[in-house]
């Protein structure tokens, strides 16, 4: 799986959008960009996911780059309990195999 | 959204012991499972892949013989440290995938502390 690059951590106040960037300049072009996030001593939720177009569901947005090096996940209104740690995660699509996390951002949401 | 259970959520046992812990799909069926380490402060790291039916697949450095995976059923996973020693202390999750899915399904991780 190609490696991703994330900030170790990040502040957003309450209310507004949290932007978190991921970089991953070498991704595949049937490599996809998921997004998980996990709050302090629980298993790991998936967020989105997205190959080259912009994706939005309940939770967030994804924004992929043109060249697909980079990506940005957006939580729109940010809420207390949006605080965790974010993994940006690129691998194939639809694979049958586990993931391999990095070290993430850790966003916390200031009151 | 699909749900994965554990059992249990916390477990302290002492050195030399075996302790078994269970993964499981509670709505959809579970083709694969796997099985995730996480020590404090630092990211999860994948121990091995479970298959319903056939023998499980560990990662480079995880000790086959001391960390027993049963995938049993198409709901049930279980995880079994053998002869735990403190160093064995972590938080165990597990996340459970229906094939060729775009989402892995997590369960809410067990605590072992081996004293």
């Known amino acids: 799986d190609a490696k991703t690059t994330q900030p170790t951590s990040m502040d957003c106040a309450e209310g507004r959008a949290a932007n978190l960037p991921c970089n991953h300049s070498?991704?595949?072009?049937?490599?996809?960009v998921y997004w998980y996030r996990q709050i302090h001593s629980q298993g790991p939720q998936y967020i989105i996911h997205g190959l080259k177009n912009n994706e939005t569901n309940e939770m967030a947005s994804l924004i992929i780059t043109e060249d697909r090096k980079s990506s940005t996940l957006i939580l729109p209104h940010a809420t207390l309990r949006d605080t965790a740690v974010y993994y940006c995660?690129?691998?194939?699509?639809?694979?049958?195999?586990?993931?391999?996390f990095g070290k993430g951002t850790h966003l916390i949401i200031q009151p | 959204g699909a749900v994965v259970s554990q059992h249990p959520s916390r477990v302290i046992c002492k050195s030399g012991t075996s302790v078994k812990i269970e993964c499981r799909s509670l709505d959809f069926q579970a083709t694969t499972m796997f099985w995730y380490r996480q020590f404090p402060k630092q990211s999860l790291m994948l121990m091995a892949t479970?298959?319903?039916?056939?023998?499980?697949?560990?990662e480079q450095g995880v000790e086959k013989d001391k960390f027993l995976i049963n995938h049993a059923s198409l709901t049930l996973s279980t995880l079994t440290v053998t002869s735990a020693h403190p160093e064995d202390s972590s938080f165990y999750i597990c996340?459970?995938?229906?094939?060729?899915?775009?989402?892995?399904?997590f369960g809410p991780g067990t605590r072992l502390t081996v004293t």
């Open positions: 479970s298959n319903e039916g056939s023998k499980a697949t560990y």
């Open positions: 070498t991704i595949s072009g049937n490599e996809y």
């Open positions: 995660i690129v691998r194939p699509g639809g694979g049958a195999d586990g993931l391999t």
């Open positions: 996340s459970a995938g229906q094939g060729r899915t775009y989402e892995q399904y």
